[in-house]
Structure formats: structure tokens, C-alpha cells
């Protein structure tokens, strides 16, 4: 089973500032990685998948890079709707397992 | 729209079971893959189990193997997952979830949860 390591486990980023979160994986998953994001009492949401494509509806400000072993999710100039948990998850191999997520507070 | 809405969860005495089912809608269930991810309190993403879209084929975390059977009914649009043996640590969010495309392992949407509890 790959296990996906994220960092830091909390970002304490000030609205309006970019905010980079890292994902790394135990062995290469190549871009088969994918974000969502979790907001209190709701359930995730899809951010990105193939490493770097936005889901439908998502904001230009979330970008995903990256490729084998570590990947980077960007929030260029965040919201106030974006401070939240965001995770990732390897689809490359069965099965899918997910990072333990980043939590993304104001600063 | 695609919509999954789960019921079924609650409080449940530990060796003790529950059925957890989720109702689709706003696509052709019958032709996606279906997948259970849960959530414990205050913790992070659990992968839990995976039923075929025709039924034919499961696939279950080695967690719940043995004490959990997922199934269908294509025919009801509906989503199942039967919990026997229930521990503390099986306590979490369970939450129904489509495949992004029919041979996708991403998922969009999730459901919006149903959550077991599993004490004496």
C-alpha cells in the first residue's frame, strides 16, 4: 500500500497571501494524484485531479504540480472560503489511499 | 444533478451491526463503479470498500475484510453497506462516493455522510 505523507499537518497563511502545501508519496504514483478540499461539517470536494487539472468549477487561484513522488497544491491569494483541510490521494495503485491532510488556518 | 444521499447510521452496541445504504440519483448508477470512504472523528480519509458496476467484483480494506459486505441494486439506484462485528474504531462518517468518470479512482461528488457510532 503507498502511503501519502503530507506537510506542514497546519499552514497558518493570511487572506490574500499564497498558501503551498506538499504531498509526498512512499513510491511513484506518476500524476495520478488527486486534492480536495473538506470544510467543517461537510463532506470533500474535488479540487484537482491528474496531478494538476482543475475540477469543474474550481477557482484559477488552485493549482496542482508535480509528479512520481512529491506533489504541490497552490492557492495563489486566498479567500476566506478556502481556510479548510485539504487532502490528497494516489489512484495509481490499488488501493487508493489518502494523505492525513493539511489543515490551512488564518493567520 | 448528481446527488448521493446515505441513511442508515447511528449508535450501535460494539459485535453488534447496521446497514448503511445510499441513494443515487442525477446519473446511470448502473454504469459506475461505487465506492465507502469514512472518516473517524477529528481524523483523516479512510478508503474502506469498492463494488463493481455490475456487482460482480468487491474489493475491501483489510480493516473491515470479513465484517463488511458492500453491495447494489442497479435496479433501485441504491448503494449498500453491511457492517457486522462492529468495534470502536470502525466509529467514523461513512460516505458514499462516485467514481469522476465511469473508470476513474478519484471521486466526485461525495455524499454528505452518515455517521455510525459504535459503543456500549
Redesign the interface.
Known sequence: EIVMTQSPATLSVSPGERATLSCRASQSVSSNLAWYQQKPGQAPRLLIYGASTRATGIPARFSGSGSGTEFTLTISSLQSEDFAVYYCQQYNNWPVTFGGGTKVEIK | EVQLVESGGGLVQPGGSLRLSCSASGFTFSSYAMHWVRQAPGK????VSAISSNGGST?Y?DSVKGRFTISRDNSKNTLYLQMSSLRAEDTAVY?CVKP?NWN??????????TLVTVSS
Do not use: I, M, R, V
Open positions: 483523516g480519509l479512510e478508503y474489493y480494506a460516505y469522476y476513474s479512482n478519484w471521486f466526485d461528488p461525495w455524499g454528505q455522510g
